[in-house]
């Protein structure tokens, strides 16, 4: 991030810092049970308070109507949890740009903290609407963007106010642009990219990418039967796009063309139906049961895969392998997971969503070089998509 000034550049001291972060975290009956997006955003938060920053957190939770407070999407609880990780009160204002917000940013003092209402309350946000992009930015005086799992939307918090205040990247920001971009433009070899997931359709930039990019492409999850189909294989009742067989026929020619290894399954773990407890068999790509789908890689597959991973120097993750979240249908993710942690000697990337809930599932998330809190963010960056938060910082 060479042409972003970041946190290194600035003298917080007596400076009113909005800071906008990705505190998008999961509360069950008004408590949290994940709070790992708020300690990534610790440094930058402890730097800002250490040189007397009198800083603004806002942040967004969940898919609230835009229409008023919601009292299941209150950021109320998230402010607890930082107050309780930070050590010091965290004053918390009950709107963003209405009264409560500007008095209580008003009265901050030097290393104080204050939190804003769940910005998604007011539909402004999501429209970048001018005049609340101006009201956020009266608050403050300098804007601090350390929301990468934020910065793929073109939001009032993200980009509008980037444009009218000296803008920066906090650590988190700056440390996933530079990890994610870096392993891609300058990637140690052999580079290993895995992709899983449901859809061809949701990840074909990617793919594409990546097979301009990667030395070998591993596919799982339900998108390797639309590969499989394209190869002529009979996938039986497995998830499989016709509208994108055609394509996924071209990708896999791409690769060739392009000389990259580009691995599918050759065993599954069949089902009769999409259920926790379906019968179930192995059996090889050649004879799924027309009566069946897949809903796993097979042992055979996931030895093949394991090996490739064993030998890359750098790896990319992002998709499980299967319906990792049901027992019967976990071992391939769970194989690959740990091939990517046993890699210790290589630098080992895993990029966001469900890539992240199953390395934690297996207990194996402090075994990766590094772990993206953005997934759809994270994405974009990869299929070379640019980024209106990390943009407007420029």
């Known amino acids: 991030m060479a042409d972003i000034r970041t946190i290194d550049q600035l003298d917080a001291s007596g400076k009113r ?24 955003a610790l440094p930058t ?21 835009g229409k008023g407070y919601e009292m299941e999407y209150s950021l109320r609880p998230v402010a607890m949890r930082l107050s309780e990780l930070m050590g010091q009160p965290v004053a918390f204002a009950s709107d963003t740009i209405g009264p409560d917000a500007k008095a209580k940013a008003d009265a901050l003092k030097d290393g104080e ?9 007011d539909a402004r ?9 101006s009201a956020l ?39 996933e642009v530079d990890t994610i971009t870096g ?5 140690k070899r052999p580079f290993v990219a895995i992709l899983g997931g449901s859809k061809v359709s949701d990840k074909i930039k990617i793919i594409d990418s990546l097979i301009d990019k990667a030395d070998t492409l591993i596919i799982g999850g339900g998108m390797c039967f639309t590969f499989l189909a394209a190869m002529g294989k009979e996938v039986g009742m497995s998830l ?16 060739k063309e392009k000389g990259v290894d580009l691995l599918l399954p050759i065993d599954v773990v069949a089902a009769d139906r999409f259920a926790q407890d379906a019968i179930t068999c192995v059996v090889s790509v050649d004879e799924i049961p027309s009566d069946m ?21 750098s790896v990319f993750w992002n998709g499980p392998m299967g319906v990792f979240e049901w027992k019967a249908f976990e071992y391939g993710t769970k194989v690959v997971a740990v091939a990517v942690a046993a890699n210790i000697d290589g630098e080992t990337i895993i990029g966001g969503g469900d890539s992240v809930a199953a390395v934690n599932k297996f207990g194996l998330a402090d075994m990766m070089t590094f772990i993206s809190t953005g997934g759809g963010a994270s994405m974009e960056l990869v299929q070379g998509e640019k980024l209106p938060g990390v943009e407007a910082l420029k």
Request: hydrophobic share 45%.
């Open 45 to 65: 938060i402890k730097r800002l308070v250490s040189q007397g920053g009198r800083v603004i957190i806002i942040a967004h939770l969940g898919r609230p109507s």
């Open 240 to 255: 499989k796009e016709e509208d994108w067989i055609e394509r996924a026929g071209q990708m896999i020619d791409k690769a």
């Open 125 to 133: 946000e999501k429209k970048c609407d001018p005049e609340f992009c």
């Open 137 to 175: 930015a009266s608050l403050a005086d300098v804007f601090v963007n350390d929301a990468f799992g934020a910065a793929h939307r073109a939001h009032a918090s993200i980009s509008g106010v980037a444009a009218l205040l000296p803008s920066y990247a906090g650590y988190l920001m700056a440390k």
């Open 293 to 313: 789908m897949g809903l796993d890689i097979g042992p055979q597959t996931a030895r093949e895969y394991a090996r490739a991973i064993d030998d890359a120097a």
């Open 17 to 40: 810092v909005l800071l906008r972060v990705d505190f998008n975290v999961p509360i069950k009956d008004g408590v949290l049970t994940d709070d790992v997006r708020i300690r990534e």
């Open 183 to 187: 392993m891609l433009d300058n990637p």
């Open 113 to 121: 903290l204050l939190m804003l209402e769940n910005l998604r309350f």
